[in-house]
């Protein structure tokens, strides 16, 4: 069974600075990893898809990294804002069912 | 991309009541609908999932059902609700195998 692992489980960080979120999954056969987030009493919203067979997407100040060998995913978020801060959640494709990690909430201060 | 409309936002029921949550799909046909639980302070829990017309798959066993009664809606009930089903109900879906999913607003259910 796919277990998702993200830590830290909370991360506050001062305006301007990167942020980095971890993901590991325990099963390497996966379809994809996506990266979403989500705002308090929300649902999620969808930031990267990326295909097993890719090693990172980026959009805008998001890029995420995924090595299959070892289970790990990245989200790199460059230059955070306030505006950045919400919960980030992963979730490994396995078998067409999505498998979600705890998430990582994450405060950005101005 | 898809659009979820999922409706009540909220919704408050008594112990033994029954429940209907409704969601609807625009933007594809035949999408793969999932129905996921977020508890307070836990992750996603994957409840039912909807691949293929009328194939519904169960991922844990509950007093709670799921039906597609037509493309792209999906519909998650009970018949009497338990204090432990409270929580935070979220639609999901995708267009096929590998493919980005996107996720309504959720409704956010609490039995009293």
Do not use: M
């Not at chain 1, 277990?3 to 993901?23: D, F, M, R, W």
């Not at chain 1, 996966?30 to 997407?57: A, C, H, M, V």
Request: one cysteine or more; charged letters at 15%.
């Amino acid at each position: 069974k796919q277990e998702v692992t993200q830590i830290p489980a909370a991360l506050s960080v001062p305006e301007g600075e990167n942020l980095v979120l971890n993901c590991s999954f325990t099963d390497s056969a996966i379809y994809n990893l996506q990266w979403f987030r989500q705002d308090p009493g929300k649902g999620l919203t969808s930031l990267l898809l990326i295909q097993s067979s890719q090693r990172e997407q980026t959009s805008g100040r998001l890029n995420a990294s995924l090595d299959k060998s070892s289970g790990r995913s990245t989200l790199y978020i460059a230059a955070s804002q306030p505006g950045d801060s919400a919960t980030y959640l992963c979730a490994a494709d396995s078998w067409g069912k999505f498998q979600f990690g705890a998430g990582t909430q994450v405060v950005v201060t101005p | 991309s898809q659009t979820i409309h999922q409706w009540p936002a909220t919704l408050v029921q008594p112990v033994g009541s029954p429940l209907s949550l409704e969601c609807t799909v625009e933007g594809t046909s035949n999408p793969n609908l999932y129905w996921y639980r977020q508890a307070a302070g836990r992750g996603l829990q994957l409840l039912f999932y909807s691949v293929g017309i009328g194939q519904i798959s169960s991922e844990v066993p509950q007093n709670l059902s799921a039906s597609s009664p037509q493309d792209r809606q999906f519909i998650l009930s009970s018949k009497k609700l338990l204090l432990s089903d409270s929580g935070f109900y979220l639609c999901a879906c995708n267009r096929g195998r590998n493919t980005e999913a996107f996720f309504g607003q959720g409704t956010r259910l609490t039995v009293v």
